[in-house]
């Protein structure tokens, strides 16, 4: 094996361990809030901040990311937040109570934040365009299907152990990750010369901030206390669009949507994440609440998901290689869509075989569905854009996730509540909620089907990197 080949490997395990144990954690604690919620004595409201804190801290620290990478680094920055991952999970494993968890939680956000944006930066640094969809497709496995596997590992360790172990199982691979960042990670150029664009930080970060607190309270969408952040953080992103288009320097080069295929890459990321992060949220409630399964049960539905994506992931990257990205990603969707479909019709005495296999499918529709599209339009942008790009990506698939997801979450309520006034059973109100929920995504993901069919199918179709840099 060649001395480049051997540094590009190096990097994508070093970048591989970061993320996964970053992505894992998230997932992995959802099913620790009711033993919070017992050990501190605290309702549903306050604990479901360690949820919400995470999502809000990453989602205000990733417009920071491209330009906070070009004048300090890339290497240094991502090293940063993984030092901050590490000891946030300390200071979570040692909490005596909700606020340290909080604190805890904040900072590995913040941690994130950094850390997730700059994944695929750095391993396109170390790998040249013709080889980068097959090892995104390995990176795909730490991002994507670490929330899938989370809520099994969550569900096993909450079995055996307390809330604690979700903290302390980040250390071993944190430790590892830092040990080998700081060997074999390599820095890149930085652009001292570049301004820090304050009234859009301000604007960005604010107008994030607003719109995920308030997403992260669906039950609280109708009151004032809600709909009030929602409404100012909404108007703070439109200025700050307006705004960041006539800003020489801007925080975040929104021109990267100029480039067709960049702007076609996040339209279907986006839609693929709501449809990830939505049955997060729906297939618990419908395992525990219809089906009946008890927590482990419902965390281990998800690993069919994880399996089949991880398997599938590295298969996509390697069509994406040949530019068969069109021929791929459609069918990640339509596999996607199916799978929802069956989720909707099932019954409330649904065989956990089935259940399985319609999870299974999920993984496909992830592993050639979502992350090769990334790629693709990554792969259509010069190399000193990436880090902007991506984060512009990862932003763009928070904010369609959790308005999503809160859409999703909201529907549930209402619509269980109206059939229940109707004189419907709360478990048939419920089933017939997320049975219109699921149908909805499918929806979602067959309407970005023919932004898909505008992908390359051939290696002449593609723009090549430098002539899309001149273009923005």
């Given at each position: 094996m060649r001395s480049r080949d051997v540094v590009a490997y190096r990097t994508l395990v070093t970048v591989l361990l970061g993320t996964f144990t970053v992505s894992l954690n998230n997932s992995a604690l959802n099913l620790a809030i009711p033993e919070l919620m017992l050990v501190f004595e605290a309702g549903a409201a306050s604990v479901g901040w360690v949820m919400t804190l995470f999502l809000v801290a990453m989602g205000m620290t990733m417009p920071l990311t491209g330009f906070l990478a070009g004048r300090f680094g890339t290497r240094r920055l991502y090293l940063l937040g993984l030092w901050l991952f590490l000891l946030a999970s300390l200071l979570g494993a040692l909490s005596t109570g909700l606020v340290w968890v909080l604190l805890a939680r904040g900072l590995q956000g913040i941690a994130a934040g950094l850390m997730i944006p700059l994944s695929l930066p750095l391993i396109f640094a170390a790998w040249p365009v013709e080889r980068r969809g097959r090892v995104t497709g390995l990176w795909g496995f730490a991002v994507m299907i670490a929330p899938a596997l989370g809520p099994s590992a969550g569900g096993l360790?909450?079995?055996?152990?307390?809330?604690?172990?979700?903290?302390?199982?980040?250390l071993p691979v944190a430790i590892l990750a830092l040990a080998s960042g700081h060997r074999y990670l390599e820095e890149r150029p930085r652009d001292h010369e570049r301004s820090f664009d304050l009234p859009g930080f301000l604007m960005v970060t604010l107008g994030v901030g607003g719109v995920l607190v308030a997403l992260a309270m669906p039950s609280d969408l109708l009151t004032f206390r809600s709909w009030a952040p929602l409404a100012v953080g909404?108007?703070?992103?439109?200025?700050?669009?307006?705004?960041?288009?006539?800003?020489?320097?801007?925080?975040?080069?929104?021109?990267?949507?100029?480039?067709?295929?960049?702007?076609?890459?996040?339209?279907?990321?986006?839609?693929?994440?709501?449809a990830t992060f939505g049955c997060l949220l729906l297939i618990p409630l419908w395992m525990q609440r219809v089906q009946g399964y008890d927590a482990l049960t419902t965390g281990m539905i998800?690993?069919?998901?994880?399996?089949?994506?991880?398997?599938?992931?590295?298969?996509a990257g390697r069509l994406i290689d040949k530019r068969s990205s069109r021929q791929a990603v459609c069918f990640g969707l339509l596999v996607t869509a199916c799978a929802l479909v069956g989720l909707a019709v099932l019954g409330a005495e649904a065989p956990l075989w089935l259940i399985g296999l319609l999870m299974a499918s999920r993984g496909i529709g992830l592993g050639f569905g979502y992350l090769p599209v990334t790629t693709v339009g990554l792969n259509a942008l010069h190399d000193d854009r990436v880090a902007q790009a991506s984060a512009l990506n990862n932003l763009g698939r928070r904010l369609a996730s959790a308005l999503?997801?809160?859409?999703?979450?909201?529907?549930?309520?209402?619509?269980?509540?109206?059939?229940?006034?109707?004189?419907?059973?709360?478990?048939?109100?419920?089933?017939?909620?997320?049975?219109?929920?699921?149908?909805?995504?499918?929806?979602?993901?067959?309407?970005?089907?023919?932004?898909?069919?505008?992908?390359?199918?051939?290696?002449?179709?593609?723009?090549?990197?430098?002539?899309?840099?001149?273009?923005?």
């Open positions: 360790l909450l079995e055996v152990s307390t809330w604690r172990a979700l903290f302390l199982m980040n909404l108007l703070l992103l439109v200025v700050f669009v307006r705004f960041e288009w006539r800003t020489p320097q801007p925080l975040l080069e929104l021109r990267l949507f100029t480039v067709r295929l960049y702007r076609v890459s996040v339209l279907i990321a986006c839609a693929q994440a709501v998800f690993l069919p998901t994880a399996l089949v994506a991880a398997a599938c992931s590295p298969l999503g997801v809160a859409a999703l979450a909201l529907h549930h309520d209402l619509r269980t509540s109206q059939l229940v006034a109707q004189g419907a059973a709360s478990e048939a109100a419920a089933l017939a909620a997320l049975s219109e929920a699921f149908l909805a995504l499918a929806v979602l993901v067959l309407l970005a089907t023919p932004l898909a069919l505008s992908l390359p199918s051939h290696r002449c179709e593609e723009t090549p990197a430098h002539d899309s840099h001149r273009a923005t």
